[in-house]
């Protein structure tokens, strides 16, 4: 059986920034980027651990990037793709989410 989870407003997301969501059993953190938005789970390929170092802090200095806090690595924000850092080429997992009443819901 699926559920639905609340994840939060979309007007909570800061613009051009992230935020971090604890579930039960898995981290997810969504990135806001002009109007869009993408949603992935917390954990870096590289090691297998969340990616940052302090809460909601995902982006690089820039905000070009989403940034892993622990040795740098650096993925394409729409795509999760690692540009550099010692997981070039492998992805950050992207998680299927849906809009209600403005809100950011996933199915699991
Ligand atoms: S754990 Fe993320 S770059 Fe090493």
């Known amino acids: 059986m699926t559920t639905t989870t609340l994840l939060c407003q979309l007007?909570?997301?800061?613009e051009h920034g992230?935020?971090?969501?604890?579930?039960?059993?898995?981290k997810l953190f969504a990135v806001?980027?002009?109007?869009?938005v993408f949603l992935y789970e917390n954990?870096?390929?590289?090691?297998g651990i969340p990616l940052e170092w302090m809460?909601?802090?995902f982006l690089d200095a820039e905000k070009q990037f989403i940034?892993?806090?622990t040795h740098g690595a650096l993925f394409t924000i729409d795509q999760g793709q690692c540009i550099a850092g010692p997981c070039v080429g492998a992805r950050l997992q992207q998680v299927d989410?849906?809009?209600?009443?403005g809100a950011i819901c996933i199915q699991n």
């Open 43 to 47: 954990r870096c390929p590289h090691k």
């Open 97 to 101: 989410f849906t809009i209600i009443d």
């Open 55 to 57: 809460p909601d802090i």
């Open 67 to 69: 940034q892993c806090s």
């Open 11 to 14: 007007s909570e997301l800061p």
């Open 32 to 36: 806001k980027r002009q109007k869009e």
């Open 18 to 26: 992230a935020k971090g969501f604890d579930l039960d059993a898995r």
